[in-house]
């Protein structure tokens, strides 16, 4: 079975671009969230979405952005690109609340690596 | 806002030798997951515990989630080079509907 994947694997853009970040999660998971990881930091949630919906959003600004697709795959957009960006920006999916499988666990892409010159 | 405390923020040690790795917070988690991660790439489960108080074994590894579910270990015996990682707990709030995840211990385990 596929795991997470993610694209592209490494993204180059200069300030005031926008970079837009895919996902497709595991098959028969509805959940997918966005984290992103800065070098030397942990893991900072970025946006939940579940069936389509934005169910819970972290402390980011709204130039972060994203959404879900009827495949339950998932596209996060960073408008207005800062160097403090530069990050690995990853992706996890789980079962979602609807399901009678629901399980909180979630699992990892490989992350796309964005650097931001 | 939850937090996860993690401890030790780095540990090195020799092949062969046990360590523990320490997940700590005030706020009730209705799961925890521990996760290793190599640079460059995302993190790989290792374990989901959900009931206070279990404690499930991984080959060398030892998982125990606290019995008022705040807090979680993880034990690995005779550590091997291929140990080598950051480890991250991650703690799931139902209600908040997302997962908080600690700053990870760094692993180094020498020949």
């Known amino acids: 079975e596929a795991g997470v994947t993610q694209s592209p694997t490494h993204l180059i853009k200069t300030r005031g671009q926008q970079a837009t970040l895919r996902c497709s999660p595991i098959s028969g998971h509805t959940s997918v969230y966005w984290y992103q990881q800065a070098l030397g930091l942990g893991l900072q949630f970025l946006l939940w979405?579940?069936?389509?919906?934005?169910?819970n959003r972290g402390n980011f600004p709204p130039r972060f952005s994203g959404r879900q697709f009827p495949n339950y795959s998932s596209e996060l957009n960073v408008n207005a690109l800062e160097l403090e960006d530069s990050a690995l920006y990853l992706c996890?999916?789980?079962?979602?609340?609807?399901?009678?499988?629901?399980?909180?666990?979630?699992?990892f892409g490989p992350g796309t690596r964005l650097l931001v010159l | 806002t939850q937090l996860l405390e993690q401890s030790p923020q780095f540990l090195s040690i020799q092949e062969g030798e046990n360590l523990t790795v320490y997940c700590n917070s005030s706020s009730v988690f209705s799961s925890l997951q521990w996760y290793r991660q190599e640079p460059g790439e995302g993190p790989v489960l290792l374990v989901t515990?959900?009931?206070?108080?279990e404690v499930k074994k991984l080959k060398r590894l030892t998982f125990q989630f606290g019995d008022a579910r705040k807090d979680s270990s993880l034990h690995i015996t005779a550590a091997q080079p291929g140990d080598t990682g950051l480890y991250l707990c991650a703690g799931f709030n139902t209600n908040a509907g997302k997962s908080t995840f600690g700053d990870g211990t760094t692993l180094t385990v020498k020949p």
């Open positions: 996890a999916s789980s079962t979602g609340t609807g399901s009678v499988l629901y399980q909180e666990t979630q699992y």
């Open positions: 515990v959900v009931t206070g108080g």
């Open positions: 979405y579940d069936e389509g919906e934005e169910r």
